[in-house]
């Protein structure tokens, strides 16, 4: 069984900053690419940034509305992504997933965090 334990929401002003992070646990043999998607009241979820298991060299893309503000990353050796988000806009305000594709067996499956409330507000 995998499990994925997102960790670091809350609330927070305006221009303010916070780091979310997301590890993975359980019985697999690879974690592939990993990333966060979020989900604000009556709105589809949405992808805000992902990551690639490059090996050397992960590869990131974003959303257009986050690019210059937040940045993700991954520690390889602790199953973990982070989303390090600065400059925060109360537009930011939703449940944040992280989400990985994880080698169980013969395939890779999808797998989800239980989500984090990030709220950004004065």
């Known amino acids: 069984q995998v499990q994925l334990v997102e960790s670091g929401g809350g609330l927070v002003q305006p221009g303010g900053s916070m780091r979310l992070s997301c590890a993975a646990s359980g019985s697999f043999f690879a974690i592939g690419a990993m990333g966060w998607y979020r989900q604000a009241p009556g709105k589809q979820r949405e992808l805000v940034a992902t990551i690639t298991s490059g090996g050397r060299t992960n590869y990131a893309d974003y959303r257009d509305s986050v690019k210059g503000r937040f940045t993700i990353s991954r520690d390889n050796a602790k199953n973990t992504v982070y989303l390090q988000m600065n400059a925060l806009k109360p537009e930011d305000t939703a449940v944040y997933y992280c989400?990985?594709?994880?080698?169980?067996?013969?395939?890779?499956?999808?797998?989800w965090g239980q989500g984090t409330q990030v709220t950004v507000s004065s």
């Open positions: 989400n990985a594709e994880v080698l169980g067996g013969s395939t890779y499956r999808d797998y």
